[in-house]
């Protein structure tokens, strides 16, 4: 059944057959709904800006929850015979415009001297800076154990506790009034959506129209129904709250496999149904097609020590490969207990190209939660969300503030602080370069710049995160925690134990090769003065080809584990996660350093110059724990050496390693053994996560001249995949660059 139904399916979101931007969320529509469930985007947009006149007066929360509201009465709907999950039309965020989007701008109109600050910092390239509303998890146990019905009667019984202690503040009463509306409006749009399912007479209309109904009155009651609330919380919190859900599940199998029990023991569905319920479940993520990808996770460790996968583990992991698809993207956690047949099947999968999948290794990243003060118990049991980041489970809101572009710090020591991208000076002025007499005075030099520009970003994020509320209420997210509820505030208004910012190291080994580029030709071998290597920074190396071939072939490159290097980047690394780990934030918590870039490797690069590790203007950066591209040429294990000797816990948030392996390497029953090695020496090491690219040069180079021969090659960016296809011709050949040097 599913084969005749996929195509619908990959085109419920958006036209396959005509240009999407990934970037654009859910705006398009691949079929057409019928007109008489409700109205279209227009005639909505129509009936909020109405809206908006009648109920500007009112505290934020009933603002938003009231066009939530809205929007979900009047939104067309869809029960398919295609598809087990239901079709929502209004996907594009409509309620931004009155809500979110109109409270951010007025937020910054009160804040003098932050929003120029800001966009300073974003136009120059030295960071990238915004309010972050995508780093969270909602407690899906919460959601699953009581469903839409059981957290609305929740949300009640709080609010009376907090009347009948004579709390209930006007701000307090608008949080739990806001949360009130949104869950009503929830539940009226599943009977909605149950009624219109009882008038349809395909063949999944009933399965669908008695998985609404009880869902509707109740908490779900199998793993279809689970599957079900899953699908809805997520597609109304992305696409109607604005709130991006980054993960599935606390573990996508442990979360379900309380269903999926039951469904087998009671022969409610067997394997081989549940298995189809899984295919269309999974294949929703990869019709949606967002560029940065859904992600969720699997494993874990139980309190007794033993692992938390299991049959069902096996079950996705089979119906994921089956598909061949990459989003959504899956976390693997894994320990020493991790048994030798995921692992296997997981290598097997990334070694055949389903490279969508990464390890993250537990006894690091416990470490790193532990370090800002979370339990053994809270450690073990924590969330994986967004791309690789550590979250303690319903108790953390942890936003990415900032994306520091560490290469700036380099490229202001050389112009005196001068910017170019925005003709002023918005660096340190450090003095002349005649005045940078030994490598100690130009290496303080470069952490002045670089301490500016954390404290500027660190000042920016701290003008406006104690207002995140205030933009943003988190009507839908904030229902899902007890704490929050307890509280009577805003789970982004301190309503959790861990209030926590985080701000992100980019360009990383880009910075340690510069430095090192710097110390040995005009320090150490006074090869050239530093006039000089300005002046070959400012022709883009035009005229300085000899120089530019002796840096690019230097054998003091990070991700070598040459001992000199690695001094330094642990030194650098050190530096960074000092000035931002446990500092206070504006919510009641702490920073936290994070070492990924997510996509501004690519962005914050385009505004760089050129810089003294060889590396061109307007080039992408190094990203994440990795090596600048084609850099490491010492093999996999030194590269593993160079990043262990981090101190990977030292960036609590996230510290992911891109690995890039030849599909020789890794054939065969001994090239499983070989990735079991690679995974294990980089755990034992301390590391956090780690992610495959299994690439032959020739390969890339084919796919480069004929695209349409490798419609579905896809390539692990960041913490996200994309079809090679859809890369431009310059980051195709970073890729390919890099593969030169597999050993």
């Known amino acids: 059944m599913f084969a005749s139904d996929r195509s619908f399916i990959e085109n419920k979101y958006h036209k396959v057959s005509e240009p999407f931007n990934p970037f654009f969320r859910m705006a398009y529509h691949g079929y057409e ?137 006007s701000e307090k009463a608008a949080f739990f009034d806001g949360m009130i509306l949104t869950y009503s409006s929830i539940i009226n749009l599943i009977d909605r959506l149950y009624r219109y399912a009882k008038k349809q007479t395909h ?111 096996e079950l996705i992991l089979d119906v994921y490969d089956e598909l061949g698809i990459y989003n959504p993207k899956i976390q693997i956690k894994v320990n020493q207990n991790t048994p030798d047949k995921i692992l296997f099947k997981v290598f097997d999968m990334i070694r055949r190209g389903h490279n969508s999948l990464v390890f993250c290794c537990e ?37 990415a503030t900032a994306y520091v572009n560490a290469l700036k ?27 940078l007499k030994t490598f100690e005075d130009f290496y303080a030099a470069v952490l002045a710049e670089w301490s500016h520009l954390i404290e500027l970003s660190i000042r920016i994020s701290s003008s406006y995160e104690p207002y995140l509320s205030y933009i943003n209420p988190s009507n839908m997210y904030s229902a899902t925690i007890e704490t929050a509820l307890n509280k009577g505030l805003d789970a982004y208004q301190n309503g959790v134990k861990f209030n926590n910012s985080a701000l992100l190291n980019c360009g990383f080994a880009s910075l340690v090769d510069s430095v090192m580029a710097v110390k ?119 590269l593993i050496e160079s990043a262990t000797n981090l101190r990977p816990y030292t960036y609590p948030e996230s510290f992911c390693l891109d690995i890039m392996l030849h599909p020789s390497a890794v054939s065969g029953d001994e090239g499983l053994s070989v990735m079991k090695a690679l995974l294990l020496t980089y755990m034992q090491g301390g590391g956090m996560s780690i992610q495959f690219n299994v690439f032959n040069t020739d390969t890339l180079r084919d796919a480069q001249k004929h695209p349409e021969n490798y419609k579905n090659l896809q390539v692990r960016v960041c913490g996200w995949n994309v079809l090679w296809n859809n890369m431009s011709t310059d980051e195709q050949n970073a890729y390919i660059r890099r593969s030169e040097n597999i050993k």
């Open 33 to 169: 709904f019928d007109p008489n469930t409700g109205l279209d985007d227009e005639q909505i947009k129509s009936g909020l800006e109405k809206l908006d006149k009648e109920i500007s007066g009112f505290p934020h929360p009933i603002v938003k929850a009231k066009a939530f509201g809205y929007v979900l009465e009047n939104t067309r709907i869809d029960i398919n015979e295609h598809d087990y999950f239901v079709g929502l039309y209004s996907l594009n965020r409509l309620i931004g415009p009155i809500t979110h989007e109109k409270w951010n701008h007025e937020l910054f109109g009160t804040l003098p001297g932050v929003y120029p600050t800001m966009c300073k910092m974003c136009g120059s390239g030295a960071a990238t800076i915004w309010p972050d509303f995508d780093h969270v998890v909602p407690d899906w146990d919460s959601i699953l154990t009581l469903g839409f019905p059981g957290l609305l009667e929740r949300v009640r019984r709080y609010r009376q506790k907090h009347e009948g202690n004579g709390m209930l503040y």
């Open 203 to 313: 063949e999944k209309a009933e399965t669908i129209a008695d998985c609404l109904l009880h869902i509707r009155d109740g908490a779900p009651q199998n793993t279809y129904e689970a599957m079900q609330v899953i699908y809805l919380y997520f597609i109304l919190s992305e696409c109607f709250d604005s709130y991006q859900v980054r993960s599935l599940g606390n573990g996508l199998d442990s979360t379900l496999w309380r269903f999926y029990q039951n469904d087998i023991q009671s022969d409610i569905y067997t394997k081989e149904e549940i298995k189809e319920f899984f295919r269309y479940f999974l294949i929703q993520w990869s019709a949606i097609g967002n560029y940065w990808g859904q992600p969720f996770y699997m494993g874990g460790t139980k309190k007794d020590g033993s692992t938390k996968y299991n049959e069902l583990s």
């Open 363 to 399: 006894p690091g990243m416990m470490q790193a939660v532990m370090s800002y003060g979370a339990t053994s118990d809270e450690a073990r049991e924590m969330d994986i969300r967004g791309c690789y980041e550590t979250g303690i489970r319903a108790a953390e809101v942890s936003t």
């Open 409 to 435: 710090a380099v490229e202001y020591v050389f112009t005196d602080g001068y910017d170019r991208n925005l003709g002023e000076t918005f660096g340190v002025k450090v003095g002349s370069l005649s005045g």
């Open 520 to 638: 040995k030709f005009v320090y150490d071998k006074k090869e050239v003065s530093l006039e000089e290597m300005k002046a070959a920074l400012d022709n883009n190396w035009n005229g300085y080809e000899a120089l530019h071939a002796k840096v690019l072939n230097s054998v003091h490159k990070y991700g070598c584990h040459d001992a000199e290097t690695d001094v330094y980047a642990k030194a650098l690394a050190a530096y960074f996660a000092m000035k931002v780990n446990n500092r206070p934030n504006a919510r009641g918590g702490v920073y936290k350093a994070i070492m990924h870039s997510a996509r501004m490797f690519i962005e914050e690069g385009k505004k760089t110059g050129a810089t003294p590790d060889g590396r061109f203007a307007g080039a992408e950066c190094s990203k994440n724990a990795s090596p600048s591209v084609g850099m490491d040429r010492n093999g996999v294990t030194a």
